[in-house]
């Protein structure tokens, strides 16, 4: 594969175990995962999104950094409750909210990558994903259920095993079946796998945070309902050169 990778990162143990793992280390099938990936991420231009300006979508559709695990890998939270799909539907903007997601699997790795450049044993995010405020007609309609879809399955195929786990909190009964009999059987066996979805009763979520995944939400921002230093956004990320430190290492 050596001579096919563009970038020293890609050549890089931790970069090419990923995609042996998520192939069960068949490697003609981790080199064939990985060209198609190459060739994806030349074709849609994945070297330059992050130069792009997503000023207006990063204040529209919120993600931030907010703290880390008690190993020292960031937590990433999606505020999709509050993500207007249709909006960005009607106004025919399905492909550049697709770029956008893709957009910030790209800014997880980066971050991820420069952490590890600087001492960082971490290898893998936390993504959690906040439904409070969520409305089906606007974030579950059936004209935004395949960016969710997408959503899962461009993770597995470009960005795999990115993430230790994705946790779905705050999550309205409603929505539930949404994902059991729509989202997750679309999904790949390893992204179903990884995702855990849990009510709104927050004692619950926020115990499972702590006993299964090691993040104390009480060092979470004050807007996840803790008392830690005030989260990272995309555009400070961006700022900041995609550098990120765990708030108790700094």
């Not at 060209?35 to 300006?53: F, K, S």
């Not at 931030?64 to 990433?76: F, Q, T």
């Not at 959690?128 to 579950?140: M, P």
Request: hydrophobic fraction near 40%; glycine fraction near 6%.
């Amino acid at each position: 594969m050596e001579p096919h990778l563009p970038y020293d990162y890609m050549n890089m143990d931790i970069y090419l175990l990923r995609w042996l793992q998520v192939r069960s280390f068949d490697i003609p099938a981790a080199a064939r995962m990985l060209q198609e990936n190459l060739r994806w991420r030349e074709e849609n231009e994945m070297d330059t999104v992050l130069e792009e300006d997503w000023t207006q979508f990063n204040n529209q559709y919120r993600f931030n950094l907010d703290g880390c695990d008690d190993n020292g890998a960031p937590v990433a939270v999606l505020f999709v409750g509050e993500w207007d799909m249709r909006r960005a539907v009607l106004a025919g903007q399905s492909d550049k909210m697709r770029r956008f997601m893709d957009k910030c699997f790209e800014e997880v790795t980066t971050v991820l990558r420069n952490m590890q450049a600087r001492g960082s044993n971490a290898t893998r995010v936390y993504i959690i994903f906040d439904l409070a405020w969520v409305s089906f007609q606007v974030q579950v309609g059936s004209r935004c259920l395949p960016l969710y879809i997408y959503m899962v399955q461009s993770q597995a195929a470009h960005y795999p095993l990115v993430a230790n786990v994705g946790v779905v909190i705050n999550t309205p009964d409603i929505i539930i079946p949404v994902w059991n009999n729509v989202i997750k059987p679309a999904a790949p066996p390893e992204v179903r796998k990884l995702v855990e979805v849990y009510g709104r009763k927050k004692s619950l979520w926020r115990e499972a945070l702590l006993t299964k995944y090691g993040i104390d939400f009480t060092k979470l921002s004050h807007e996840m309902g803790g008392d830690g230093p005030d989260p990272v956004d995309s555009n400070d990320l961006r700022k900041s050169g995609y550098l990120y430190e765990c708030p108790e290492l700094k």
